[in-house]
């Protein structure tokens, strides 16, 4: 499984950026797909996830109301809408496959990662 992170940058509180995950090794159809985030010197953290079945989306609390999570199984993509932005949102975002959403609350579980993008938010 591959999984290519891009879209970060950086970006003043309140703006917006789409962050994208190519897979490939992989069926979407199959397997749950989603986001983590890793802020400096803080645990990796879930932020959204979206079944296999593409029906059902997780958000973390933090982000819900802001971040829209989609996938295109088409294109074997996942793509993350990140919306009104804020400082603490600063980290760098991971893509991640698992079997099931419920995964994104132990990131331990995960076995297949991409290689991150970096997201700055700043004031």
């Known amino acids: 499984v591959q999984l290519q992170a891009s879209g970060g940058g950086s970006v003043q509180a309140g703006g917006s950026l789409r962050l994208s995950c190519a897979a490939s090794g992989v069926n979407l159809d199959y397997t749950a797909i989603g986001w983590f985030r890793q802020a400096p010197g803080k645990e990796r953290e879930g932020v959204s996830c979206?079944?296999?079945?593409?029906?059902?989306?997780w958000y973390a609390d933090s982000v819900k109301g802001r971040f829209t999570i989609s996938r295109d199984n088409g294109e074997n993509t996942v793509y993350l809408q990140m919306n009104t932005l804020k400082t603490e949102d600063t980290a760098i975002y991971y893509c991640a496959t698992d079997a099931s959403c419920s995964s994104w609350y132990y990131p331990e579980k995960i076995y297949d990662w991409g290689q991150g993008t970096l997201v700055t938010v700043s004031s």
């Open positions: 979206v079944n296999k079945f593409g029906g059902m989306t």
